[in-house]
Nanobody, 118 residues
Framework: QVQLVESGGGLVQAGDSLTLSCAAT????????MGWFRQAPGKEREFVGV????GGTYVPESRFTVSRDNGRNTVYLQMNSLKAEDTARYYC???????????????WGQGTQVTVSS
């Protein structure tokens, strides 16, 4: 069973940077693709980025970076130049495929709230 716990969210100002962490309790963490998603109030959850077991990433937003530390069973989402529209609850997820489709992920964290004031 994989448990994921996000942390690092909070209230920041536009233009600030923030790094979210996702700690996993899984012996096979190093075998999983790890995705980040977000959901803003009244909107559907959307894909933010994904990192493969070997560290390859796909992150459409150039202000964001996804990284992982397999020794710490942790994946990170670094967000720079934050905007008000980045306000959302951010979730990490574990999967066996590097994909942007949330249906392909089998474990999810509870999320961490990021609020960006303009």
């Amino acid at each position: 069973q994989v448990q994921l716990v996000e942390s690092g969210g909070g209230l920041v100002q536009a233009g600030d940077s923030l790094t979210l962490s996702c700690a996993a309790t899984a012996r096979a963490f190093h075998n999983y693709a790890m995705g980040w998603f977000r959901q803003a109030p009244g909107k559907e959850r959307e894909f933010v980025g994904v990192i493969s077991p070997s560290g390859g990433t796909y992150v459409p937003e150039s202000r964001f970076t996804v990284s992982r530390d397999n020794g710490r069973n942790t994946v990170y989402l670094q967000m720079n130049s934050l905007k008000a529209e980045d306000t959302a609850r951010y979730y990490c997820a574990a999967g066996t495929t590097v994909t942007a489709f949330e249906s392909q992920y089998f474990a999810w964290g509870q999320g961490t709230q990021v609020t960006v004031s303009s």
